[in-house]
């Protein structure tokens, strides 16, 4: 990947067939509680030693990822060797990418909800990002259902508008971006709710995004699935989910968007891969549909390297294991024998 490709290039390059997006962009303190969760310290070098162990990854990075979403701190530091941790992900064919925003804050007059902030000084940041190598950005929106009225236009409006003025100015700082908004799904919903305000959500965002005047061509999405919250006493079928995420997308994302990177939102490993196998079989569509996961392709490597440099190549066995199924899930070739054969 070199920096004459264009974003058209660069956002076709992230939704490339067969692969999809690390999301390794786990801020200090989320990374804590995973490597809580393994009784490993959450220092600078543990960090850095565990994002090495998966950028190289030689089978996974090379065949199935495209791109790589890095914290402020990943983005900076270097490998035991002293290679800076992008060169390793351009090494393996993969783009760099960066998360921009400054996380959730209270929404005033919105109990409950938030906003993203970050847009102060957003340019400056961007352009520093693109000389350290950023190809790519991601920003986060976040919405929940907690009763009724929620999430509300406020919160939506708000989010979609913070989202669109991210979008304007990466594409004018020259990198492309992650267009995020995530309806949460750890409440007790049911597929139809998901369904009605994940629409609500991506026509507003593509409302404002045509409004900053963002080219389309030159972004991403990266939205939740139309799934039922974790709670809820009725869980759909994957093919229902697939089903009805696909029907959304059709009604509000429009065809000039390249691609779809879904996150995984909680779902367990297997069935953010099955949902995304069920969507590309349902196929042809409009746009790439790929993956742009975090911890359905981190929690097995995390749980096999386990903080011990012995075990590095069993963490690099499963993250390629989960890094292939994702990534012939986007050929809408993926099934269960496959799962079970590894």
């Known amino acids: 990947m070199t920096k004459a490709m ?15 997006i690390l999301a390794a962009d786990e801020s200090t303190g989320t990374i804590k509680k995973r490597f809580d969760s393994i009784k490993t310290e959450n220092t600078e070098d543990n960090r850095r030693d565990y994002r090495e162990m998966l950028f190289r990854s030689t089978d996974a990075m090379k065949n199935h990822v495209s791109g790589v979403i890095l914290f402020d701190e990943t983005i900076r530091q270097k490998a035991k060797d002293g290679t800076p941790l992008t060169k390793l992900i351009e090494a393996s064919g993969s783009l760099p990418g960066i998360k921009v925003d400054k996380g959730t804050k209270p929404l005033p007059f919105s109990k409950g909800e938030t906003i993203t902030e970050g847009l102060d000084g957003l340019a400056d940041r961007i352009k ?3 000389g350290l190598g950023a190809k790519f950005a991601k920003w986060r929106a976040v919405y929940d259902i907690t009763g009724p009225g929620t ?15 991210y979008a304007a100015l990466c594409v004018e700082g020259g990198i492309v971006p992650i267009v995020e908004p995530e309806l949460l799904m750890d409440g007790g919903h049911d597929i139809d709710a998901c369904e009605m305000v994940t629409e609500w959500i991506l026509k507003e965002v593509y409302q404002q995004l045509y409004y900053a ?4 061509e030159k972004t991403i999405l990266k939205p939740n699935m139309v799934i039922a919250g974790k ?10 989910v697939a089903e009805r995420t696909v029907k959304v997308l059709k009604r509000c994302v429009p065809t000039a968007v390249p691609g779809i990177a879904f996150l995984s939102g909680g779902q367990s490993d297997e069935d953010a891969t099955a949902h995304l196998h069920y969507m590309n079989a349902l196929g042809p569509l409009p746009w790439k549909l790929s993956f742009s ?8 490597a995390l749980k096999a390297w386990g903080g011990k440099s012995e075990n590095v190549a069993a963490g690099q066995r499963a993250f390629s294991h989960r890094a292939k199924m994702n990534g012939v899930a986007t050929l809408g070739k993926w099934d269960e024998k496959q799962e079970k054969a590894a």
Do not use: C, D, F, W
């Open 128 to 130: 520093e990002y693109a």
């Open 293 to 300: 996961y975090g911890r359905a392709l981190q929690a097995a």
């Open 6 to 20: 264009t974003l058209e290039q660069v956002a076709a390059a992230m939704v490339a067939p067969g692969k999809g």
């Open 151 to 165: 999430p509300s236009y406020a919160a939506i409006n708000a989010n979609a508008h913070a989202l669109a003025r």
């Open 231 to 240: 709670k809820s006493p009725k869980q759909a079928s994957r093919e229902e």
């Open 213 to 216: 005047n963002v080219p389309l």
